[in-house]
């Protein structure tokens, strides 16, 4: 088996991270991002979320939603409700979908505004 990646652009990075009770816990939310920067705008974005869904989802709307947006992410007041809207997380023994929406806005924060830093 083979696994090709391509070489990316120096304007492009990606960040990685995850919210889980303790160390070596399965990640209650997590997100994988792919940013293409325009000095600290995101010119373009691929994200993919964990852990708040019942399975991996790439966030097509939210990440179109980034396009044009400074870094760090200032008050985006729209990023929850768009969070719910795109990944419908659902109640689940132990977390409630609102905390599931929470945790994702979170990590989504962390994790673009690690690039701010890059």
């Given at each position: 088996m083979q696994v090709r990646v391509p070489k990316?652009?120096?304007?492009?990075?990606?960040?990685?991270?995850?919210?889980?009770?303790?160390h070596g816990d399965f990640a209650l939310a997590g997100l994988a991002a792919l940013v293409e920067k325009d000095g600290e705008r995101i010119a373009a974005a691929r994200l993919v979320y964990f852990g708040c869904t019942d399975c991996a989802k790439v966030a097509s709307s939210i990440?179109?939603?980034?396009r044009g947006q400074a870094l760090p992410l200032g008050d985006c007041d729209w990023l929850s409700d768009a969070?719910?809207?795109?990944?419908?997380?659902v109640d689940t023994p132990g977390l409630k979908a609102r905390t599931k929406v929470q945790l994702a806005n979170a990590v989504t924060r962390r994790t673009l505004n690690d690039l701010h830093m890059t």
């Open positions: 990316q652009k120096p304007s492009v990075y990606w960040s990685f991270s995850e919210l889980s009770r303790r990440s179109q939603k980034l969070i719910a809207a795109e990944l419908k997380p």
